[in-house]
């Protein structure tokens, strides 16, 4: 029969329509370009429950790329034919570890990079918001009832320092929202904070009084901090720094979701999302 099928069958890793063969098993395109690319640069992915059992079909596959790839091989797609192939030609441009720079052509294609790099930067600034030293203290019922009001902005900064330049990504788009989201990351990237200020301005977006009595002293010193060593670099850097955080609102947080996620988990609520990430 070839590798293109008179009438599509289901992707086995996902579902979704496949016309044919990919690395020995009838999968979809999405499916394929996502294995390729995994086993191409040999990416490690952590699960984004922390289960290893989230739910791989057409609307959620690409929210956890470790389910999806272990899926991948599950249904016996073949490491070796990728290896086998023919990579890529150079690029001329600096090569950034693990994440590629380019966007694909196909539309399609590029929203499934962006969610897949949002479930990553989402995941990669959850867990660092629960190693923050002042939250790890917290009951876990705690940490999330905070993380809640907070994700938003974690994400935001942790987009600021990702590799890939996420920015360059959004601003292809035709969407007004994107153009938003891409211009709220672009002023943190400006601010080029260095890890002493990351780490304060975390501790600050975290340790707001308003939340919890117990933390007005954790937040106050971290504010300090952050004053002490803006000012070395610059004497207004402090209010810019904190403008930018400030800049992060509740109705921008409605934004990255429709963006990064909303296609992908629907209707399931993001205090859901936060939970799972331990």
């Not at 900064?157 to 969407?175: H, Q, R, Y």
Request: proline share 4%; net charge positive.
């Amino acid at each position: 029969m070839g590798r293109t099928l008179p009438i599509p069958v289901y992707c086995r890793v996902c579902g979704d329509k496949s016309f044919g063969k990919h690395y020995g098993v009838y999968c979809c395109d999405g499916c394929s370009c996502f294995f390729k690319r995994s086993v191409r640069r040999r990416i490690v992915y952590t699960c984004i429950a922390g289960t290893g059992q989230c739910i791989v079909d057409k609307a959620r596959r690409n929210w956890c790329p470790f389910c999806r790839l272990q899926k991948c091989m599950k249904v016996n797609m073949n490491v070796s034919a990728v290896q086998d192939e023919r990579g890529p030609r150079k690029s001329k441009l600096p090569k950034i570890t693990e994440i590629n720079t380019a966007v694909p052509k196909n539309w399609t294609k590029r929203n499934e990079y962006v969610y897949e790099i949002g479930a990553q930067i989402f995941l990669t600034s959850l867990r660092q918001c629960r190693f923050n030293e002042s939250m790890a203290l917290l009951p876990n019922a705690v940490q999330n009832e905070i993380l809640n009001r907070t994700w938003h902005q974690s994400f935001v900064l942790m987009a600021a320092f990702w590799p890939m330049n996420i920015i360059t990504l959004l601003s292809g788009s035709n969407s007004s929202i994107e153009h938003i989201v891409a211009t709220l990351i672009a002023s943190h990237r400006a601010m080029r904070l260095d890890s002493v200020e990351y780490n304060l301005v975390l501790t600050l977006v975290l340790c707001r009084p308003e939340f919890r009595n117990d933390l007005t002293i954790i937040g106050t010193n971290a504010k300090n901090a952050l004053m002490k060593h803006a000012a070395f670099k610059s004497p207004t850097r402090y209010y810019e720094i904190l403008a930018c955080i400030l800049s992060v609102t509740e109705d921008l947080a409605g934004y990255i979701k429709i963006i990064f996620f909303e296609p992908s988990v629907r209707n399931v609520p993001m205090n859901h999302l936060v939970s799972v990430i331990t």
